[in-house]
């Protein structure tokens, strides 16, 4: 019987389970079935290594997703594979015992534990806009980050600054690579699939390396292709057939949502191919386009979401237009003067006269 | 009045000029159907393929559009006097002297015509922008056909972030190109019948015509 009341806080993860979020790390990872065993090999020997987990500007909705998945196994085989000695949503400690604990893994694990982080880093007006017991986001990771093994960002509010970070930005915030010198493993989307956290400590633990990562820092196993590469709807792009409107005969054939502001061929995400909540869905499969949350400004440059391309703005005047529009008035008022240029050269000779040479 | 004809332009000039402004054509108009692909299949096993099809030929007419590119890039700093990119630039005495009366003479203000082989200088600084948008163009427009390939990525992401404001750019920029034709095949034709060069057949022949000294 599934445990729906939750009986026991800390339930057990079992074997079948385990094996189960193993095979799904090693898929997603890339790797041959045979590779399983080792996974499961390293995650059950390997000492566990201590975890921090800083929260900063965030709405903990990446927490949130990596436990509470409708499948509770990865979220456990996580707790599980680490020792989460310091997570301010589920530890147990509060207050002074918290920050006591904080202080202590840092120096007994000094060069050993795995920092992640999980929201934006406020910098302006020297970061006094996110404090955690009486210290700045800033001063808490200048002080942890250099001590850790490996630092990992999840979600998009600490790899790229997310939606604090969008324009004006009013909190300086910025992500943790902005900030920390040395490789930043950026798990980004809002939120990222659980998978690919999973699969970047499993590869860390079993190859005792980090996995390879693109020129922004993600992990390749996870966003080295763009949505629209692997979407299961290509093929009505490469056939034309395109809904034109939310609700229309195409988006009940489920069509291709291009033309309803799809950004899959602007977002590097393993989405088509991992799949959320292990019903095997995504925003495309149930007809929603995809809005682009794993890329760095995504706020700025993927809205309006239902728009194929971002608006220009008229620096000064509030004037907020699509990019065709300004340019076909542009190419009006040209056209127009190369007309009365022509105009005034033939007017000019006119009144001259023909002065033969 | 005697006339003589002059060697201006290099084969390869000619080459490039024609197949940079076609190429041109096509990328404009595949380009606004990739941007809005207006013609709906809405129906299935038609064994169309109307938007790969446009995007192929988009890609053709990238690779013929960068190839032009390059040449006209080789050019400015291995081709003849009129092609080196040093007599299209205001910083010579001679050049800052011919935009200031090229300026007049486009604005009416006077009727002298600055005689001389190459480019007017105001026409030679708005190719090089033309030539630096061009630049601009293509990688963006790797940066979106090779994601995935680390030379393009780290480019791509550095000039522009990521590929939305890539494609966003790619679509701004396509308005330069539209604009700059416009206001180009005005002009050279303008010259052609104010000049005496005979330019438009010079993009042509390579010849131009100019006053014979005595
Ligand atoms: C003057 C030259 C060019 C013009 C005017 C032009 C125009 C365009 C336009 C308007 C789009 C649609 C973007 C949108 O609004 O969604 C586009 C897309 C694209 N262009 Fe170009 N382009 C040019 C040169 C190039 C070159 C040199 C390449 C490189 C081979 C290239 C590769 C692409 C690619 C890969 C796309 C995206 C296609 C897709 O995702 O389906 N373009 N171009
Ligand atoms: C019917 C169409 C066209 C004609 C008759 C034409 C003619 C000419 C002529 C006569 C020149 C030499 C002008 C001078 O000495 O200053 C020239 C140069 C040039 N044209 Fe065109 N053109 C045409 C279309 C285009 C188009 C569509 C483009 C691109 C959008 C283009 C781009 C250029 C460029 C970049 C140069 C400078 C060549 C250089 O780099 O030295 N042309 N064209
Ligand atoms: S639905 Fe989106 S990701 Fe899928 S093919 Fe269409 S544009 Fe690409
Ligand atoms: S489909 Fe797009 S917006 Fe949705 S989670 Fe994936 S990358 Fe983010």
Known sequence: ?357 | MTYEKQKCWSILLRLYHWSFALSIVFLVATGIYINFPWSNTLQLGTGSFPVAWVRYVHFVAGYVFTAAVLARIFLYIFGNAQERITDCLPISGRNIRNLIKTLLQYSYISDEHDERLGHNVLAGCTYIITIIAAVFQLVSGFFMLFPEAHIWQSWGVTLFGNQQEARFIHHLLMWWFLIFAVIHIYLVIWNDVNGPEGLVSSIFTGDKFKHKKA
Request: aromatic share 6%; hydrophobic share 40%; net charge positive.
């Open chain 1, 1 to 357: 019987m599934a445990d729906t009341v939750n009986k026991t806080l800390i339930p057990r993860l079992d074997r079948r389970g385990f094996l189960k979020g193993c095979t799904m790390a090693a898929a997603a990872l890339g790797l041959s079935e045979t590779m399983v065993p080792k996974l499961v090999e390293a995650a059950t020997t390997a000492q566990r290594p201590p975890v921090v987990w800083l929260h900063f500007q965030e709405c903990t909705g990446c927490t949130e997703s990596l436990l509470r998945a409708s499948h509770p196994d990865l979220g456990r085989l996580l707790l599980d594979i680490i020792s989460l000695d310091y997570h301010e949503t589920v530890m147990a400690a509060a207050g002074h015992q918290a920050e006591q604990n904080l202080k202590d893994t840092i120096e007994k694990y000094n060069g050993k534990f795995l920092l992640v982080v999980e929201g934006a880093v406020p910098t302006k007006d020297n970061g006094i806009y996110c404090k955690i017991a009486g210290r700045t986001a800033m001063d808490i990771l200048a002080d942890v980050a250099p001590k850790a093994a490996a630092v990992i960002a999840i979600g998009t509010c600490a790899t790229f600054g997310g939606v604090q970070a969008a324009a004006p930005n009013p909190t300086g915030a910025v992500g943790v690579q902005t900030l920390v010198k040395g490789p930043v493993v950026n798990i980004s989307g809002c939120p990222p699939n659980p998978i690919s956290l999973l699969g970047t400590i499993l590869h860390y633990l079993t190859f005792k390396r980090l996995p390879a990562l693109d020129s922004l820092g993600r992990p390749l196993f996870a966003y080295g292709r763009r949505n629209h590469d692997h979407c299961e709807r290509r093929p009505h792009f490469d056939e034309g057939r395109f809904v034109e409107q939310f609700g229309d005969e195409a988006h009940r054939q489920a069509y291709c949502l291009y033309k309803v502001g799809c950004k899959g061929p602007e977002t590097f995400a393993s989405c088509p191919s991992v799949r959320f909540n292990d019903v095997g869905v995504w925003p495309v499969s149930v007809g929603h386009g995809c809005i682009g949350c794993t890329e760095p400004n995504f706020w700025d440059t993927m809205t309006p979401f239902y728009e194929r391309l971002p608006n220009v703005k008229i620096p000064g005047s509030g004037i907020v237009a699509d990019a065709d529009s300004v340019g076909k008035k542009v190419l009006g008022i040209t056209a127009a003067a190369v007309g009365i240029h022509a105009a005034v050269g033939i007017g000019k000779r006119l009144i001259k006269g023909k002065d033969e040479k």
